[in-house]
């Protein structure tokens, strides 16, 4: 068992873990698994678009996907990424075959964690994650708010495609 191998299960033992705990609110508290990486780089940037971009540059320059691209649409609060053969696949493959629907994304989370740091966004959350085990490609659909007043804001997102 390789490192990738052996950390892909933990993953998928602690979001089993999570997704059956009894109070039903773990499964909400782990917007911060896989920031660790991304925290130890230097982002910078004052736009969406740099700290996006500088995030995907540092993602695929530590080969944790072979590439990566995103869209910001729904009202300018939907954060569209679309990632191709992410080191985390096999874990969503596994969680699915348990009968679990995946729902962290430490690639995601290292983004949205850095628009909140960096340009100080209200709240972020995952709220939409597909995979195609075939091709290696995954879609995550995250909410970003950058204000209060975003909050609540309200568009349909199964228009949007990346």
């Known amino acids: ?55 995907i540059k540092e993602i695929t320059a530590g080969g944790l996907v072979k590439s990566m691209t995103y869209s910001i649409g729904g009202k300018g609060v939907l954060l569209s990424l679309k990632m191709k053969d992410c080191v985390h696949l096999p874990k969503e493959i596994r969680l ?25 966004y209200e709240t972020t959350y995952l709220a939409k994650l597909d995979f195609n085990e075939k091709t290696g490609e995954c879609k995550v659909k995250c909410a970003i708010y950058k204000t209060p007043d975003k909050i609540g804001l309200v568009s349909d997102w199964s228009k949007e495609e990346l």
């Open 1 to 55: 068992m390789d490192n990738v191998e052996h950390f892909n299960n933990m993953l998928v033992r602690l979001e089993e873990l999570l997704y059956h705990e009894l109070s039903g609110c773990a499964a909400w508290k782990v917007e911060l698994v896989g920031i660790d990486f991304i925290q130890s780089k230097k982002i910078e940037g004052n736009t969406e678009k740099e700290v996006i971009d500088h995030c």
């Open 96 to 120: 699915k075959k348990d009968g679990i629907h995946p729902y962290i994304c430490p690639i995601a989370n290292m983004i949205l964690d850095q628009l909140i740091e960096k340009l100080n």
